[in-house]
């Protein structure tokens, strides 16, 4: 099916260029050309990109093609195309031309350019603070072979890190408390991983553990991934459980069930919304009564919002008295929005691409002064150019004579030499 | 949500020249609407102040190594050097246009605008990290100069310049982008880091799956990438634009443009080839990259070609042009000596420093040039010609003397800075292996002496009237004077400006 | 659906767009083959957009459309003014500048 | 000032002269012609001061030389670590004789200059590329790198381009003249830097550095062991002594002549005694007059306390660069411990050479760039030309100096020359050629300056084939006598030329008009194909050229100076004893001589044979000029009346006498009256020796001095038999009697200049005009109508012919533009219009990218 569409627009594409190279009227040719960015339009549709089709037709078909036929009509220049003078440059231009459509064409169809395959990203790695008692200020450092990067400086309990790309390979993670030992832990980064390194438990030498995740695209329609992770108490696993809304008894669910000290959970795609949370002891329970005693935490009105992952962990926090108690932390990071539509591009424009996109505000600035440019007449008007009118009588022998240069009428009165005089300047 | 960087993230303090003559370009052109006809030069004067500050936020930032932008953009001392030149250019230019609109009659207010247009888009180019911002930043550049060829319309000339140089340039762009394309294929980046990661990652990972037709794509993309640019830089066979558009345009725009656009065409070749490509070989053990043998041959095209057709030149704005052809050949000796494969030996290194010591060098001896003949041109554009020298060094002894100058520094007598510029660059090629390309250089740069020293000759040796030079008013003799101090400082001292390029590396702060 | 074919289709384009360059002697028209050309860009980037599955190929498709529009504000700016002062838009007639 | 910092004056020595030039090239205009020429004699003495200042301090640290890094300029250039040219000046024995040449003789001619330039409307600007061209010169004899010796080398062509040209705004037609043999001059040394260029760079690829030395490094190693040639009883000859006893004792008594050999066995005095002599030597150079008795003490019992230190031990306190890394070396250091250590091969990348060959070839390159500057053949063709220029100049830059510049290079790079024994062959026979050939052409010559431009060469063949054959001291030394004599000579043709031309004012009652007192014509009337003009010019007084030595004779009753002078001069040229031009000449022989005898060299026999010849031949055209100018009678009214110059020419002219007299004793090989004790002998090669590692002198060779002495004698009586008396020239067009198809062949400086037309010239406009015009403008930009072709081509032609060659262009032109035509004719109907085919351009471009950058792909089947 895919071929088929393709071969329609392909066909399309190349009928309009055709048309635009070949019409003797260049208003057809526009016309052709027209077609063709329509057709590439349907192309970009097939290629998943739906808001550069968009683009393709708004701007390039509508806007840049309307100004070209204002342009051909306004200077009446349709049928200007006249006589090929030296035909000598079709030629040879159609000898380079296909010259240079064979150099390229020929090896990147023997090579097969389908295999090109991205290399694996390299992978991102941050850090989470959730061990109770090594207090604030911590300072994280990653130490791999190469060299030792920082990953995260005064971070305090219950922060995150950014995120950071690193080069693939085994790290040692030190994480050095303000004042205390400096904690290391090994771990292996493989290409194409996202990993988040979370530091969690009681005492001077909380645990090390490394949780993926997964920043691609949420496949689903305005949803989110959620993570549980389970940091509170080496005895106890926990459940996620959804008790629902006061109004429906039957919007309740088990998003997390059993999850033991230390480990995270699977993923679980929700929905955007609100959710009231509970994290349980034990098994979880649709049924549970957020009232009762197993509870250990629990978030009324949870707001998720779409294309998120989202790692929730449940961490011990000390109380004044020096108890524990569990407290929810949900660590929101961004998924890939699906690809190709306005979203994914409006977000790298607003980001990476910043600098070009202002530049191009500049430049279409620069264009715009241009053109006024060229087109307004001169500042300081060409100096009219008045005849004076002759004082001299012109009979018509002496016309006659000064345009020949011979003399008709001996003793005709002459023209003075010059035959047009302009006024002095300060008129 | 969506997650917007911090300010700080930005790092804008690095962009600090660029971002603020960009911004003062555009309100100049709002300020602009309120100066009078008759005080166009107050705007001359605003925007000189523009490309001051510009300069001291330059001297300010000189030093940084490191990016800005969210990685488009690369502030270190290659990009802090290559905008010494342009802004100096621009202003030495700005100096020049003042007297030169007025009698010509062609002053607008819009003319600075553009021309700090152009000069903003040449400073991201050389700072340019990333292939858009190459493309983006190369039009901003070339845009502006389109407009500024055409100036002097209804000219006929000046008009043809203008659309010549469009067509001709926007063809050669439409190539450059899809050389992006290509090598965007083969990598999945526009990112120049990064393209260097993943050329060195496919085609010497040792995973051949892919690495056929990747390589295939980048060098086809490389090639077109280098037609696009060889364009801008008026490299031979791309240069055949350059003497109709340079006789053409007004002879202040011709000067700009021969400096500040083989800056930006230079600056980002020698970013996208040199650090992007600098391990786009056959093997990772190859000591030469792909690309370097066709370097190797623009270059010396250039040089053959520039210097033998300018010798029959009897327009002095076409003996430039091609001049100004010839010493692209001379930088393109520096760029096809990165090609060498010694990453981290710092050999591409002294090629990169080579060139930017020689753009600066050019920069002041040829805008120098064009200076004293833009005093000697008329008013209605004749007195281009070499006949209208004769006698010079009798009727204006010191311009005559200058323009001497500037001859022997573009022949490369000792003594002046052309000559210290053809020491380092012969140099490098010679580090670089390329000993042919050097011999080549040597033989075209003796040469090149026939038709500079036609000038001299015309000045000093042969009989005339001499000239009055009209056009040599206070502010051009400020900007001849300006690129002869230039000529003569690099000449005997050109540890000052060496001392500068000191740090400038293409790929060595990539690799740690 | 390869890209081999959607690469394969803009090379055609280019070149078509290429020998448009050489063929027209209409300024407009030879200006309307360097939208071809930059046309046959913009699918193949779109193309390798979709085989490696990243955004920066559209990033640049955007950017080359804008950038279009302000070169042909320009380039039609500098054919109207020719037009007034030659009444000719055809190439071979720019011959002001010899040799 | 402490001796010891004198060397950080030799910054000043550039310095003076590059001041005096700025002033009079800024504020000249408006000073006095006193002022000026004050102002540019003074800096030029001051540099001569500084020159002497420096001497004594090579004296006084026992002749080692020292590198001087001048303020404000460290790091000259640098480019990272890979690039490092640092601006360092060299103050050694060498360096320190140019310098003392360049300053010496050039405050003098700047001295006469004054006088001889008055009433010149440029006279500011004169002076100011005068010292212009002292301060480049003194950057090229004083640099410690190529690379300011390179600076220095342009430096001085640009100046004598300019000095050349200097009269280019004489009357039409003749002012041209002296632009085209600046023009001339300027293209045929740029061949010559293409060869020095190249050289530098191979130079740079072999060794990683340009310097010459590096501070700390010695240059002449061994020197350790002692010198043969040292002063007799000095500590350097006795730890020679010492360490030869046994091995040397019968060579040195085959080596030295008997005279020798019984003064040194006479000499039983203790070292001190000695070093006295040695001080006193010292001393009378310095004061150029005996000092009092006393205080010649008490300055050798300081100079003896000072030696003291290093007397203790075995005498000397040199040492040797065994400490010093072999990258740290200079290039000549390496050169030695490369040599030492065995076989290098040089990697140039592609190919790789052995370290020998590459030596040849830097050797060989440098020639090339020596055959420019020092006028050797093929590249000496500007020299005669250069005459067109002031006297002035002719004498300081194109006879004294300047031309040196290119012995003075190969003498500097010695080491090499001593190995690459292919470049010495070469070297000899270029030198040897050049001077039999330059003094053939010199006899067929009428014009009084072009015969001593034409000795000058050959005199240079002589410098350069003695830099052939190993002897480098040698060269220096006849550089050194010969800046003297010729020096004067053409200080005393000038002063000729002065008197005819006021002899012709007087004459023909034209003195009244203005003060032209320069000569108007500086450029006898040679056309432009090089076809001797004079007769025709000689009968008309209108074109009467004060140059030609037909419209003189019998110049020595008005001019007794000058005369006396000229005559001295010419004596020492012609090598007659005990004049200067006598020992350096026979030394040159004689080294040639015992080349071949003892090494068994053939090139050292050629080079025996070929320079006498030489000799003979100049003492018999110098001669002929003595008859010509002075003796006979009057032929013209100019000749009757000519004045004698004023004071301020002919003082420096008598001061250079003496130097021709004096300058030869320097180098005395065996004792002479009592001028051995001042002197001393062997003294030069033993000053020579501390810089130059290969520089050797030869014993006295009796019969070779009789001989040359002999020849020269006959030469000279030949000349006075054929030139003299009272009728010498033949038939009322005072043809030369020797006239001949021979004579023709040198009067028509065996067609040089023609055969440069035809091989270079004529191809290579052709070529660049094939090229610009029909490749470039016709078939890339197109068609266009046939009267701007012809327009074009008008004007191209116009421009190229009027300054180089009116005929010979003209028919290139034309036929050029017939071929261009017709090309275009055909070519009109399917070429191309502008734009588009620029972008045809374009798209080929794009294709052999493309195809270039696959082109691997497809070797290696991708």
Known sequence: METVLFGFGATIALVGAIIMLSSKNAVHSALGLVLTMGALAFLFLLLNAPFLAMIQITVYAGAIMVLFIFVIMLLGADKLDLRERFPVVPVLGTALASAMFFAIATPLLTNNIDLIEPPPANPQVRFVHAATDIGNNVAVTLDGA????????????????????????????????????????????????????????????PSITVVPEDLSTVQEARSSRVIVFNAFDPDISISMVNFGSEFDENDTATYANNIPYGTASETTTLIEGDYALAFVRGEGSSSVNPGIDNVLAREEAYELERDQSKLIVLFAERQVDGSIRASVDPLGVMTRPSFGGPRAIGIELFTTYMLPFQLLAVLLLAAMVGAIVLTRHAVTPVKQRVNVRRRVARPLTNVIASQTGHQVVDDAPQLPAETDQREPSGD | MIPVPSLSEFNLQYTLPALSLTVWACILLLVDLWIPKERKETTAWLAAGGVVFAFIANAFTFNTDGEAMLGMFRADQFTAFSNL???????????????????????????????????VGTMWMVAANDLITVFVALELLSIPLYVLAAFRAPDLKSEESGLKYFILGAFASAFFVYGAALVYGATGTTNIPAILQAVSATLFSGEAANAGAAQLLLLLGSGLMLVGLGFKVAAAPFHMWTPDVYEGAPTPVTAIMSVGAKVGGFAAMLRIFGTGFATLAPAATASSTDWQTIMWLIAALTMILGNLIAISQTNIKRMLAYSSIAHGGYIMMAVAATGTVSVGTGLPNSAAQAALFYLLAYMFTNLGAFAVAMAVEKNDGSGTQMEDFVGLGKSRPMLALMMAIFMLSLTGIPGTAGFIGKILIFQSSLEAGLIPLAIIGVLTSIISGFYYLRVVVNMYLRDGEGDKAEGATPYLNWAVYASFAGTMLLGILPFLATDLTQRVSLVASLFP | MQTEWFILLSVILFTMGVLGVLFRRNAILVFMSVELMLNATNLALVAFAHQWGSEAGHLFVFFIITVAAAEVAVGLALIVAIFRTKHSINIDDLRQMEG | MHMDTYPQLVTLVILFPAIGAFINLFVGARLTEKGVSAIATIAASLAFVVSFLLYLYLVNSNYQGAVVNPPLLDGWIQIGDSVVIPWQQRVDTLSVTMMLVVTGIGSLIHMYAAGYMHGDPKYHRFFAYLNMFLAFMLILVTGNNFLMMFVGWEGVGLCSFLLIGFWFDKAKGVGWRNSNAARKAFIVNRVGDFGLLMAIFLIFWTFGTLDYYRPGEVANPELAEGSKYAPVGSPAYLLYQEEHKSETEAPAEGEATPGEHSEAAATTEGATAAEATTTTEGESHAEGAAATEGEAHAEGEAAAEGEEEGHGEPAVVYVNNDHIATEQLGVFGQTERLLHEGEHIVDFGPFSLPFETVLVLITLFMLLGAAGKSAQIPLFVWLPDAMAGPTPVSALIHAATMVTAGVYMMVRANVWYHEAEL??????????????????????????????????????????????????SAAVFHLLTHAFFKALLFLGSGSVIHGVEHGHHLAHGKHGHGHDDHDPHPVHGENAHGHDAHADDHAHDDDFDPQDMRNMGGLWRRMPVTYLTYLIGTLALAGIFPLSGFWSKDEILADSWLIGLEEGALHGYIAFGVLFAAAFLTAFYMWRQIELVFHGKPRTEAARKAPESVWLMTVPLALLAIGSILAGFMQLP??????????????????????????????????????????ALVAIFLARRIYGGEKSLVGEENRDPLESPIWSLANARLYWDEFYNRAFERPFNAMAGFLANTIDQRFWHGYFHNTVIRDGFNAIGEILSKPVDLGVIDGTVNGIGRVTRWLSSKVRLIQAGDVRVYALSLLLGVVVVILVLLLPLLNTGG
């Open chain 1, 146 to 205: 190469l060299r030792s990067q920082p990953l995260a400086e005064g971070l305090n309990l219950r922060e995150v890190s950014n995120f950071m790309t690193v080069a693939p390979g085994d790290y040692t993670v030190s994480i050095t408390p303000e004042g205390g030992a400096t904690l290391t832990s090994p771990i292996s980064l493989t290409a194409g991983s996202v990993q988040t390194i979370v530091a969690y438990g009681t005492g001077d030498a």
């Open chain 2, 85 to 119: 030149v342009i802004l100096a250019t621009t202003f030495i230019g700005i100096l020049m246009s003042v007297d030169y609109l007025k009698r010509t009659g062609i002053e607008r207010g819009e003319y600075y605008s553009l021309l700090l247009f152009a000069t």
């Open chain 4, 423 to 472: 470049t010495s062959v070469v070297v000899t026979l270029v030198g040897a050629g050049t001077a039999i050939m330059a003094g053939f052409v010199a006899i067929g010559q009428w014009d009084i300056k072009r015969v001593l431009a034409y000795s000058t060469v050959s005199q240079l063949g002589f410098m350069v084939a003695a830099v052939g054959v190993g002897a480098y």
């Open chain 4, 670 to 711: 065996r004792p002479f009256f009592f001028l051995d004790q001042i002197f001393g002998t062997y003294h030069f090669v033993y000053w020579m020796q501390q810089s130059v590692i290969h520089s050797h002198a030869p014993a006295f060779q009796l019969g070779i001095a009789l001989l040359a002495t002999a020849s």
